[in-house]
């Protein structure tokens, strides 16, 4: 149990194309999807805390016309790099909370690497 | 703010060597503490998690963590390390509804 699944896996887009990442609770309900960012070797940093059904919440420093989030279900969350540029480069990833045990423990999807050329 | 300190930055050890490595966080109130691993090519997984209760967290595949809350402290260890242990690990504090990672430990087991 417990599976959060990304896709793509790994993209490359132009510089000034948008890219799309989707994140999915396989099988259970989370109304609370977390984005992070992962450079090499270095921690993740949280971007945004996603709700379902309400506007994301975004970190200090984290553009949010820039990187679009969007919670439509209890199953979906979906970041949008908006005009994407080589400097956001990087390993995104998502984390569910399972609406039944509470977000402090969260699950992690398999990530997405973006490489902006 | 609150902040998650690894200074282990990278660990290597040979097989059946024990292990700890060290986590320290700066929030004084009541927190949830976590160790993920990262497997190279995977993604992160629960190690184990401390919420309150015994200091002392077993965790899968042979991990402990004891939290000692006068020294802010959450060390993760393992008496005999396996090769397989070969991972990217963090600690993590939740508070105030977000998890905040440490910088991580890479950790290379050489048979």
């Known amino acids: ?117 | 703010a609150q902040s998650v300190s690894q200074h282990n930055h990278h660990v290597i050890l040979s097989e059946a060597a024990s292990l700890e490595l060290g986590c320290n966080y700066s929030y004084g109130g009541t927190v949830n503490l976590f160790w993920y691993v990262q497997y190279p090519g995977q993604h992160l997984q629960l190690l184990l998690k401390y919420f309150s209760g015994d200091p002392l967290v077993k965790g899968i595949k042979g991990f402990e963590a004891e939290f000692i809350k006068s020294k802010f402290s959450f060390n993760l260890r393992k008496p005999s390390v396996q090769w397989s242990d070969t991972a990217e690990y963090f600690c993590a504090v939740y508070n105030t509804d977000k998890l905040i990672f440490g910088t991580g430990t890479r950790l290379q087991v050489f048979p």
């Open chain 1, 1 to 117: 149990g417990a599976v959060v699944s990304q896709h793509p896996s790994w993209v490359i887009c132009k510089s000034g194309t948008s890219v799309k990442i989707e994140c999915r609770s396989l099988d259970f309900q989370a109304t609370t999807m977390f984005w992070y960012r992962q450079f090499p070797k270095q921690s993740l940093m949280l971007m945004a805390t996603s709700n379902e059904g309400s506007k994301a919440t975004y970190e200090q420093g984290v553009e949010k016309d820039k990187f679009l989030i969007n919670h439509a279900s209890l199953t979906l969350s979906t970041l949008t790099v908006t005009s994407a540029h080589p400097e956001d480069s990087s390993f995104y990833i998502c984390s569910a909370g399972d609406w039944n045990i509470g977000t402090d423990t969260q699950y992690f999807g398999p990530g997405t690497r973006l490489t902006v050329l």
